[in-house]
């Protein structure tokens, strides 16, 4: 099974200019550790030393915050859309 | 409140909306009485208050205490090559007036600060959020959740956008980001770029927002964050919720005041110590100076 994952510009260079990634987990907590394994260093700008979502940073499952879900340990399956979305903060 | 009434040289200027159902002379004279203050006369609040201006909006606030420099010009439409080197609030009163001398201009050429966001939010009834710093996001909407105004919020990065509207009640921008990044985790516009282009569609959805509350048609973006990728050229949602154990707007509320903002992001104060020593105030101010 395949769940999508979308990559925003800041993390990019990370993922070889990929705006979009194709994974096998079944966890929000599992694909951010197989977006890690597969390209080093996007871990740690997702989570914390403690593993925790870092809270400048949402994930969400179909459009859906997974802090207002289970977290890392909300249930993918085929054909979820994982969401990183990043704060920014640029007006001007 | 009553309304103010059109003129006749209304009639003629604001003649396709007049014809248009959802906002006719009812709608219009809406927007004559409407006032939406902007927070940066820059990227976002260029593109927002020429058309804000336009749609006759009857009066519009520009709130930033940067000077116009030539690399803004790439971007920020309000302002123009002989505006180089002067006040941008200045330059936005001039271009604003040009297009449309019914609406008024108020300028608050200062840093948005703690000690002055309420007496220059007071007056407006929507506030427009163009900002280019965490500091004064926060700030913003701690202080629209305090007074109870809606709040348009847009931000940009290099060909992603991002918008969505804070109503009083239905969440905040601390529901979505309860904490800001450490300084220099997330690169500004100045440091990591932005398509001139960019700022104008984001600016534009803005402005659009604004007047559908204004005229209370259509369906606010508010609890959707709408995300904009320029180089896909796709429009993606997703859900934004009112947080219960949001810090500011939740269940129990622990920020009940406004706060230093600076310190809450961890940055430095802007200010040196030396203006600082001169400063007696000392307040530094997130400011909405161009990125």
Excluded at chain 1, 14 to 42: M, N
Excluded at chain 2, 129 to 145: E, I
Aim: hydrophobic residues 40%.
């Amino acid at each position: 099974m395949a769940i999508k994952v979308l990559i925003p510009s800041t993390l990019r260079k990370l993922t070889g200019d990929q705006s979009l990634v194709s994974l096998e987990s079944t966890t929000v907590g599992g694909c951010l550790a197989d977006l890690d394994a597969q390209y080093p260093g996007i871990g740690e700008r997702l989570r914390d030393e403690e593993g925790e979502i870092r809270r400048f940073v949402n994930i969400y499952v179909n459009g859906d915050d997974v802090r207002f879900l289970e977290g890392p340990a909300t249930p993918l399956k085929a054909g979820d859309e994982v969401s990183i979305v990043p704060a920014m903060a640029g007006g001007s | 409140m009553s309304l103010p009434l059109l003129t006749p040289e209304d009639i003629r200027r604001y003649h396709r909306h007049l014809i248009i159902p959802e906002v006719g002379s009812a709608g219009q004279r809406k927007l004559k009485g409407a006032k939406v203050l902007l927070i940066g006369a820059g990227g976002l609040g260029s593109p927002a208050a020429l058309y804000l201006a336009a749609a006759g909006v009857g009066t519009i606030g520009l709130v930033d205490f940067d000077v116009v420099d030539v690399s803004n010009l790439q971007r920020q439409i309000l302002h123009g090559t002989s505006w180089i080197g002067k006040s941008k609030v200045e330059s936005g009163k001039a271009h604003l007036t040009e297009l449309n001398p019914e609406v008024e201009v108020i300028g608050h050429e200062e840093p948005l600060t703690s000690d002055n966001v309420r007496r220059i939010f007071e007056p407006y009834d929507v506030i427009l959020n163009g900002c280019d710093n965490f500091p004064t996001r926060y700030l913003a909407n701690d202080a629209a959740v305090f007074m109870g105004k809606p709040l348009v919020d847009g931000s940009i990065f290099r060909f992603e956008g991002q918008a969505t509207v804070y109503l009083p009640g239905k969440g905040c921008y601390r529901c979505l980001y309860p904490d800001p990044p450490p300084p220099g985790a997330v690169p500004s516009c100045a440091e990591a770029g932005v398509l001139g282009i960019l700022p104008g569609f984001v600016g534009v959805v803005q402005a659009i927002e604004a007047v559908k509350l204004i005229l209370g048609i259509g369906e606010s973006i508010n609890g959707r964050l709408i995300l904009f990728d320029a180089l896909e050229m796709r429009m993606r949602e997703v859900r934004i919720r009112r947080d219960p154990e949001c810090k500011v707007c939740g269940d129990n509320p622990t920020v009940t005041e406004l706060i230093d903002y600076e310190e809450f992001c961890g940055m430095p104060h802007r200010e040196s110590s030396v203006e600082r020593a001169l400063d007696d105030d000392g307040e530094a101010a997130p400011g909405t100076k161009a990125a």
